[in-house]
């Protein structure tokens, strides 16, 4: 089973991102509620971004069972579930939640990247990526200037998300020195 889910990851991972998306949202109607195009993106982002965690998420187990705590519980009669709930998760969770924090950026952008180019959230709805479409003309930009402020939300959005990760990652290392 782990041998299937590796090939499927790595299928999947060799399909550049940004084409894939277009490729999956083309196939979404364009003629559906905000509220369920939102669901299908979410849904888009979900099927090509659980695979960094998931090769991640193997790795980190693979490594932590191995370790002394572990084969200690095995010696002392404790079943695999019990070990990976009291034993494993824990040592995980810190790593999830910075893995987490460092995602959600490139949803972000990969959400304004499809509603910018006209695939994702769709005019009247709101969002960066239909307020910067809006802003795609010099013209436009030149006679109203504040077209351009959803970017500068986007960019602090995004790296408040990286900065957070990265902050938490460095708090959460037990290798620090």
Same mark, same amino acid.
């Given at each position: 089973? /782990?041998? =299937? ?28 509620? =905000? =509220?369920?195009?939102?669901? #299908? ?20 187990? *693979? ?16 079943? /695999?579930?019990?070990? *990976? =709930? ?52 010099? /013209?436009?930009?030149?006679? #109203? ?20 990760? /990265? ?11």
């Amino acid at each position: 089973m /782990d041998s =299937v889910i590796q090939r499927l990851i790595e299928i999947i991972r060799s399909f550049p991102t940004l084409p894939l998306w277009m490729a999956l949202s083309a196939a979404i109607p364009p003629r559906i509620p =905000v =509220v369920t195009m939102y669901i #299908y993106i979410v849904i888009i982002f979900a099927f090509i971004g659980w695979t960094d965690l998931a090769r991640v998420a193997r790795g980190k187990f *693979i490594s932590l069972k191995n370790e002394e705590y572990v084969m200690a519980a095995k010696i002392a009669g404790v079943s /695999d579930a019990k070990i *990976i =709930v009291k034993h494993l998760l824990p040592g995980f969770i810190s790593y999830l939640v910075v893995a987490t924090t460092l995602a959600i950026p490139g949803m972000i952008l990969g959400e304004t990247a499809m509603s910018f180019l006209g695939l994702g959230i769709r005019s009247p709805a709101t969002s960066w990526g239909v307020l910067l479409q809006e802003a795609q003309q010099i /013209d436009n930009v030149a006679l #109203y200037p504040w077209k351009l402020i959803p970017l500068g939300f986007v960019i602090i959005a995004v790296l408040t998300f990286n900065f957070l990760g /990265d902050g938490l990652r460095d708090a959460a290392d037990p290798y620090k020195r």
